[in-house]
């Protein structure tokens, strides 16, 4: 066990915030599914406690791993991997898993399991951009030769998620912008960026507004449209929900597990309920996934809630500290681009979970319970402290030759 945490390296402070991370999961996660197991599995409430730890062992495994590879390796596989998630993105728009009324979700043979390939299209499109802003630093003002070369594999992802997963790629896209902004990109093509990105949104939201005044709204209802029109139902519903709310439209399923979720922050308060007395765990859909944050502030109030921020807000601190003090651009960019995107993805649940953006289908990182989301985020992890390792072991050279040429 010493020999192994001897090989542990990298930022300490990143290790704690991901275990701190890791034992409210399993807190919440434990609370959260009681009701929903005992149901289930007739009486065995732990079910889903085992489950969870089972995901967190894995995923502190995937960490340990994805940290003790040279992050330069991934700069090396950056450009292969994200190449194999086109088809695959592709292959999930028509053929994937539909659930939800979306298709998300592949199904891998033999073991069954299901897993979201937007969550490896995330992860390669960010190794590749990386690796695409430390080689084009000398043209990136160029439109050309450098910042078409990194808008384009943005917009295909982002293109290729967006039927089935707006949400996740809106948090793709905007991550993508922050990253290019830090890598010197023009702010002139960004702009033209942003107003092109701009449109599908604005349609969107009109199509809610005029929904809403036409006093026709558009159901949840799908059966016999196609998948894409399904999905523009739901996108249109849920803004119409965000926008409008109110008891006309106690029914709907959006209004409804936002209302649900305000109801538990209510119970909250400052300090909460206490571990285990959530009352809204059993009427609130997805305790465990999407609103686990509602249940935080249920049971630990107001006060937990700020800590969870507090605990996302460090991780990228520390995160900008390693962007400043990498050597090499790519691992600079590396480092960011992840801890943006876990950052902003957790901000983009919590912001959900109390009615300050549209309901979305993202999760909260290392909190929610463990699937493909989970597991991804955790190689991420990892591939950040990778970059730390090496920091660290920089610095550490550093430090000897300076005594070395004090001796002398």
């Known amino acids: 066990m010493n020999q192994l945490l001897n090989k542990t390296k990298g930022d300490k402070v990143i290790w704690t915030l991901v275990v701190l991370l890791a034992l409210m999961s399993l807190l919440v996660v434990y609370s959260s599914t009681g009701s929903l197991a005992y ?28 940290h003790m590879v040279n992050y330069t390796l991934y700069s090396r596989i950056a450009q292969i991997v994200f190449l194999l998630t086109i088809p695959l993105l592709i292959y999930t728009l028509f053929f994937g898993v539909k659930l939800n009324e979306g298709s998300r979700w592949i199904r891998l043979p033999i073991i069954n399991l299901t897993f979201q390939t937007s969550d ?28 078409l070369p990194v808008i384009i594999p943005v917009g295909i992802t982002c293109v290729l998620i967006a039927p089935a997963n707006l949400s996740t790629a809106l948090l793709v896209g905007a991550t993508s912008m922050m990253l290019l902004f830090i890598g010197r990109v023009s702010m002139k093509h960004l702009l033209l960026t942003g107003l092109i990105a701009l449109v599908p949104i604005i349609f969107l939201i009109l199509t809610a507004v005029i929904q809403h005044n036409s006093g026709n709204g558009i159901k949840s209802k799908t059966e016999g449209k196609s998948r894409l029109t399904a999905r523009f139902t739901t996108w249109v519903n849920r803004v119409e929900a965000f926008v409008y709310g109110g008891k006309e439209q106690e029914d709907d399923d959006n209004n409804y ?49 700020a800590i969870v921020i507090l605990v996302y807000l460090v991780f990228l601190y520390r995160s900008i500290q390693l962007f400043r003090k990498c050597p090499y651009a790519f691992g600079a960019f590396l480092a960011l681009a992840l801890s943006f995107t876990l950052v902003i993805q957790a901000m983009a649940n919590m912001a959900v979970n109390v009615n300050l953006f549209p309901v979305t289908g993202v999760t909260l990182p290392l909190v929610s319970m463990g699937g493909s989301s989970f597991l991804f985020t955790c190689i991420a992890i990892g591939i950040i402290l990778s970059v730390s390792r090496y920091v660290e072991k920089n610095e550490l050279l550093k430090m000897e030759e300076a005594v070395e040429k004090t001796e002398e």
């Open 39 to 66: 149901k289930m599995y007739r009486g065995n409430t732990e079910v889903y406690l085992f489950k969870q730890v089972a995901f967190i062992s894995i995923g502190i495994m995937m960490i340990y791993f994805a």
């Open 257 to 305: 597990q936002v209302n649900q979720a305000k109801i538990a922050i209510a119970k909250g308060g400052f300090f909460g309920l206490g571990p285990g007395n959530s009352e809204q765990r059993n009427f609130l859909p997805h305790p465990y996934s999407d609103f686990i944050y509602a249940i935080i502030i249920e049971e630990y109030g107001i006060l937990g809630g």
């Open 120 to 147: 490896l299209a995330k992860l390669a499109l960010f190794m590749y951009i990386s690796r695409m802003l430390s080689k084009k630093q000398d043209v990136i003002k160029d439109f050309k030769k450098g910042f």
